[in-house]
């Protein structure tokens, strides 16, 4: 599309950057001293510079010596955590989850966790994410949190077989309440916790109900190699295979981490009869010393998307996908034995393209392109840590940090601008949450929401 100056104005022009852009066969490249025309918050078109002018326009963003990539996308978190953050150090996984975290929820209220998701949305516009993907309690309050701060999401109430029938009905009704809220700018989930956490009778009564209404599944699975060796020894199966059983690789299905992926499991997961994407979140997993890594370079020779993903800022510290999409390239080198693999523009693929597929998003996020809603950000590129640059995708992904996003839009709105967080009082929500914690992490009253024994 070339625009014309005889064209009503444009919401917002940006001007005079370097635009990544995906060619036919879906490889990275780069448009320098380009422009990019945002009107009703779809990317009209993708131009130069000199084209767009004396274009009108209702606002001008001048990128000069900046990068505009689509928003980034946390395939996976547990945003309200951010209350956590710090709180479970140097521990292993069982201890983690049995003697801080799930005591420490058993205290959760809604108000917690609103205060929690303001602070994540927050710090994910800072770093350029601009969705995500949301597995957790009390989502209502995640929501709004979303309507109000102008990101993007796809939220699930995740539940737990413990929690009674009630649990998973909460989720239905969470998903079929908020779909397509906040201008279309919510998808929604069934949210099972695990195939651990969670039986074989409300796995498959979750696959129904996913057929039944149309939405995907959101779950963890196969998160590291004990939990797939313990499902071995106690039911002769897979996490994987459980879920084939249970019908949820029928659905349209997300599925967390997936360290724990056997050779097993590849077949399983290529004839699954829905779309299948896992999240990737690396720093945990060596955090965590867990022996293995999401096999990316096996799920995607079947035909899977991975996306990236921090997990919850209790286990990882960060909600920063910047810092995920580099240790998810370093990490697929050393475990495959080979330099050439995970490149920078296969990086930058899977934040993409692929993160977008991953999260039901693949045909309206991901990436700059005329029809695509304008997701964007912006990345200064002017400092002594990014010059000179050889090769840009490889600037991007090993010398960038979240901190060199510059401005945020998400649907043409400008979330952040030149630093400046324009949608959360940060200072008011960290007063409030800071009155909170003594509360919300007292452990005396020896509670769990649940117990990990895989």
Sequence with gaps: MTPSAA??????????????VHDDQERIGFEEDAAILVRDGVVEAVTTTAAAADLPAAERLDAR????????????????????RGLAE??????????????????????????????AC???????????????????????????????????????????????????EFALRHRGSADGRITTALAPHSPYTVDDTDLAATAR?????????????????????????????????VLERTGILDTDVLLAHGTGIAERDLPVLERAAGR??????????????????????????????????????????????????????????????????????????????QSARAVGLGDSVGSIAPGRRADIVLVDLTGPHTQ??????????????????????????ILMRDRTLLTIDVPMVVRELEERLPALVDRSHGRRIQDYDT
């Design 90 to 119: 140097d521990l292993p996984t069982q201890e983690w989850f049995n003697d801080v975290v799930w005591p420490v929820e058993s205290n959760l209220t809604e108000k917690d966790v609103e205060l929690g998701a303001r602070l």
């Design 209 to 241: 109900l996913a057929g039944e209404h149309g939405l995907p599944v959101h779950l963890h699975a196969a998160e590291n190699r004990d939990q797939t060796e313990a499902s071995l020894a106690r039911h002769g199966v897979t996490p994987i295979e």
């Design 276 to 353: 299948t994407a896992v999240a990737t979140a690396p720093r945990g997993y060596l955090k965590f010393a867990w022996p293995d890594t999401t096999p990316v370079r096996a799920l995607r020779g079947i035909g899977v998307d991975v996306g990236l993903a921090t997990d919850g800022a209790a286990s990882n510290n960060s909600l920063d996908v910047w810092e995920s999409m580099a240790l998810t390239s370093l990490v697929q080198k050393s475990s495959e034995g080979d330099p050439r693999w995970l490149t920078s523009r296969q990086a930058l693929h899977h934040a993409t393209l």
């Design 388 to 413: 000179p640059v050889h090769d840009l995708a490889a600037t991007l992904v090993h010398s960038a940090r979240s901190a060199d996003v510059r401005t945020t839009i998400v649907d043409g709105r």
């Design 122 to 172: 927050a710090e994910m516009i800072r770093a350029g994410v601009t969705c995500f993907a949301d597995h957790y309690f009390a989502m209502d309050a995640v929501a709004r949190v979303v309507a109000d701060c102008g990101m993007r999401a796809l939220l699930g109430e995740a539940y737990f077989t413990s929690l009674g029938p009630e649990g998973r009905e909460r989720s239905l």
């Design 7 to 20: 064209d009503s104005p444009a919401d917002l022009i940006i001007s005079a950057c370097t635009v990544l």
């Design 65 to 84: 010596g900046q990068v505009a990539l689509p928003g980034l996308i946390n395939c996976h978190t547990h945003a309200p955590m951010v209350a956590l």
